[in-house]
Structures are given as structure tokens and as C-alpha cells.
């Protein structure tokens, strides 16, 4: 693959962890209003049948189409901004990362933190490339990247909706939320993942909920399951939502100044186009645990169906 200097920023934010799906297709299409989060619930599976039209891909005995929903969720945010937030906890001590991004016009920014060791890492974008700060027990570095890549590079929601939905049959209520009705798909069991760990982990008790417009916007995925790498368990849970649609702007940070001074930016190709990710090693995130399912305040539940 020809990333340029994509791959440096990639490999600093994901240096040292274990492995999940770390890229994405393209964020994509959609109206310009700003986005509450979603919380993730934990309800019992539905069991009654959801009326009229579903989401692209969802059908109507819950069995999912990720490639359609994918292509629903992409248009559905082309050309907009957003910001993106994702997170992941695990019971083992230092496990997980946080990660955001924010997504402009012609511009983005990208802060990330990890657990044990600690490491900060921030990426700011604009047209002059990519300016890049790691912060480490070890001191602080800089880097100036000529070709950073774009926002689909550090945003993998694409490829969570594949992983986590792909192939599987879903139970389906709508909740209502400030006027919109949002369609929760919860799935349970079945054949886990693959790319949730190391190559030898083993992966059970996995769930996954997700909350969509009836246009396919995956506005909040969340996913748990059991891991076990040479014998050692945890209990790992994983969120993404969307927020600020239509009115997400990136600010340059202060410290963007010290890129220019203290780096020595390596030559780059001027003809090389950097590709998008595919999978990385997953980072991680601070000690404290998130829970992906929170119940969704000021929401109430209209209608419910048996996937």
C-alpha cells in the first residue's frame, strides 16, 4: 500500500495494542441538523413485530444487510460535518482507549488516549497537512505529515457496522428521542466476531446494539463480549456515537506552532495518494469503565419486533 506518511500517524496512535478493526470506508451524506447521542440500553430482546419501513438493510425478519446499510450510513453523511467519539473498556487493568474526531470542512482533528502506558496522541489537519503530537512518560514529540490521510482513516465506524451487524439476525423496537424515532437493533449470540484481539484470543458471550435512522444513519453502535488470551479473561465493551452534525469545526491547537520548529518531516512521494485503512492494532484507553448500556433519558419506546 502507498499511504505516505499516513502510516506514521497510524502506527503512533495504535503502537502497542492488540488487534481490532482500526479504518473505515469513508464517513458519508445527510441533513444538517446537530445530534444528540443515543445511550445504548440493555433491555430484554423485543418480540413483537415493528410496522411499516425499516432501515437499508434491515429486513423484516431481522436479518441484516451490512453492505446496504453501510452504503445508507456513507450517503447519509457525505459532505458533512460531525464529530465522532468512540470508546473502549476492557476489566483487564490499562486496557482500552478513548478516541475523537472532529470532522470540518477541508480541515479535521483527532485526539486519542490510552491506558497503560499512557499515551496521548493529537492530530490536527488543515491544508498544509497533518501536524501530529505524541505525548509519552518518555517526553513529547512532534511530527510535521505531508500526507496524513483522511478523516476515514482514523474513523471506523464502517467497519464496526460490518463487524458487529454483518450476518446477523436482529431484534427490532424504535425509541423515540426529541421528536425522532430511532430504530434499535440488538443482536445476541451467534458466531463472534472476527479481529477482536490477538489472532489466539478466544471471544464468547458477544451482544451488539446499535441505534438508526430510518435513512441507515448508525448514529450509536455498541458492542460486549468475553475475551480469553492465554487464559486471561476480561469483559470487554466498545461504543462509537455521532454528535454535532452540520456544526463540527476543528481548532487549530497551540501547540501546532511546535511541529514546524522541531520536526524534520521525511521526504514523501509527491505523486503517492495515501489509501485508506484496513485494520490496525487497536490502542488503548485511561483506567475507568464506560458503560455501553446506559438507559436512553428522555426516550420512550413506541413499538417492538422479534428478529
Given amino acids: 500500500m502507498r499511504w505516505g506518511l499516513v502510516a506514521v500517524a497510524i502506527a503512533v496512535l495504535v503502537a502497542g495494542c492488540s488487534a481490532v478493526s482500526f479504518g473505515g470506508d469513508g464517513p458519508a451524506a445527510g441533513p444538517t441538523s446537530t445530534v444528540t447521542p443515543v445511550p445504548v440500553t440493555d433491555s430484554p430482546q423485543p418480540t413483537r413485530t415493528v410496522a411499516g419501513e425499516r432501515p437499508p438493510g434491515v429486513s423484516v425478519n431481522g436479518t441484516v444487510d451490512a453492505e446496504a446499510l453501510v452504503r445508507a450510513h456513507t450517503e447519509y453523511l457525505a459532505n458533512q460535518t460531525y464529530t465522532w467519539s468512540v470508546r473502549e473498556d476492557a476489566s483487564d487493568p490499562g486496557d482500552g482507549f478513548v478516541r475523537r474526531v472532529v470532522v470540518g470542512n477541508e480541515t479535521f482533528s483527532l485526539s486519542q488516549v490510552q491506558g497503560e502506558p499512557r499515551r496521548n496522541a ?37 467497519v464496526s457496522i460490518r463487524q458487529f451487524l454483518g450476518d446477523r439476525t436482529v431484534a427490532v423496537s424504535t425509541v423515540d428521542r426529541r421528536g425522532r424515532t430511532y430504530y434499535r437493533l440488538h443482536a445476541t449470540g451467534g458466531p463472534a466476531p472476527g479481529a477482536l484481539g490477538p489472532a489466539e484470543a ?20 455498541a458492542a460486549e463480549y468475553d475475551r480469553v488470551v492465554d487464559g486471561d479473561s476480561a469483559r470487554v465493551s466498545i461504543r462509537y456515537d455521532y454528535s454535532r452534525l452540520g456544526e463540527s469545526t476543528p481548532s487549530a491547537p497551540g501547540w501546532v506552532e511546535n511541529v514546524t520548529r522541531r520536526s524534520t518531516p521525511a521526504p514523501v512521494d509527491p505523486d503517492a495518494t495515501p489509501e485508506r485503512t484496513a485494520t490496525a492494532e487497536r490502542p488503548g484507553t485511561p483506567n475507568g469503565t464506560v458503560t455501553a448500556t446506559d438507559g436512553p433519558e428522555g426516550s420512550a419506546a413506541t413499538t417492538t419486533a422479534g428478529g
Fill in 202 to 221: 478466544t471471544i464468547s458471550d458477544f451482544s451488539a446494539t446499535a441505534y438508526v435512522t430510518r435513512e441507515g444513519f448508525v448514529r450509536s453502535l
Fill in 122 to 158: 493529537s492530530l490536527y489537519v488543515n491544508e498544509s497537512g497533518g501536524f501530529l503530537r505524541v505525548v509519552e512518560p518518555e517526553g513529547t514529540r512532534y511530527d510535521l505529515l505531508r500526507l496524513p490521510g483522511r478523516p476515514a482513516d482514523y474513523v471506523f465506524a464502517t
